[in-house]
């Protein structure tokens, strides 16, 4: 069974200061996304990362897909309220057609 | 273009009763998965249907069924309702699958 483990659970934090979140697994992914989900919606697709040691920017967000392929993290400059949210880290392996989902980090950013 | 959307929004059942829940994708979707969302468990996935055929289940038992149309259109159906089936039903589409999925608001189940 495919696990993803994302760290820290609950995140509080103040307007303006820097956070990272991890997602770590001891499997491997083709791919990797991490997904935002307000309260009372569904999750909304923030990025997907391929390959390994990738690197992506979405404007104060950045996304690293570890070398191996097994762990990512999602890093905040500068955090704004409007920040809050869960952020969800998805393996997606093979041609199993699931994705596999950690239990999300609950970030709250205060004004 | 059109999101996808889940009929309907909320639900109150008691236990014992069965319900259905449907899912219509973006339109050229032909892939929609099921998401039970829990604050204790997160989301776990149920199924995957694409082109009328389940491609894949989760590790839940058979009271919880699901069916895809020609039209990608999807229901999910939950049989014989126990307390614990009380969580926020996602339903998502994609392309292809595993890949990039769009998801629905869900279905808030509450079982009495």
């Known amino acids: 069974t495919q696990l993803l483990e994302q760290s820290p659970q609950f995140l509080s934090i103040q307007e303006g200061e820097n956070l990272t979140v991890y997602c770590n697994s001891s499997?491997?992914?083709?791919?990797l996304q991490w997904y935002r989900q307000e309260p009372g919606e569904g999750p909304v697709l923030l990025v997907t990362v391929v390959t390994g040691g990738e690197v992506k920017k979405l404007k104060r967000l950045t996304f690293q897909f570890g070398d191996a392929r097994k762990d990512s993290s999602l890093h905040i400059t500068a955090a704004q309220p409007g920040d809050t949210g869960l952020y969800l880290c998805?393996?997606?392996?093979?041609?199993?057609?699931?994705?596999?989902f950690g239990k999300g980090t609950l970030l709250t950013v205060n004004p | 273009k059109a999101g996808v959307t889940q009929t309907p929004r909320y639900l109150i059942k008691t236990r014992g009763q069965q319900v259905t829940l449907s899912c219509s994708p973006i339109?050229?979707?032909?892939?929609v998965s099921w998401y039970q969302q829990t604050p204790g468990q997160g989301l776990q996935f149920l199924f995957e249907y694409f082109s009328e055929t389940q491609r894949n289940k989760g590790n839940f038992p058979g009271r919880f069924s699901g069916r895809q149309f020609s039209n990608s259109r999807s229901e999910m159906n939950v049989s014989t309702l126990e307390l614990g089936d009380s969580a926020l039903y996602l339903c998502?589409?994609?392309?292809?699958?595993?890949?990039?999925?769009?998801f629905g608001p869900g279905t808030r189940l509450t079982v009495l």
């Open positions: 499997s491997v992914f083709s791919s």
């Open positions: 998805a393996g997606a392996s093979g041609s199993n057609y699931k994705l596999t």
């Open positions: 998502a589409s994609s392309w292809t699958g595993a890949n990039e999925q769009f």
């Open positions: 339109s050229g979707h032909r892939s």
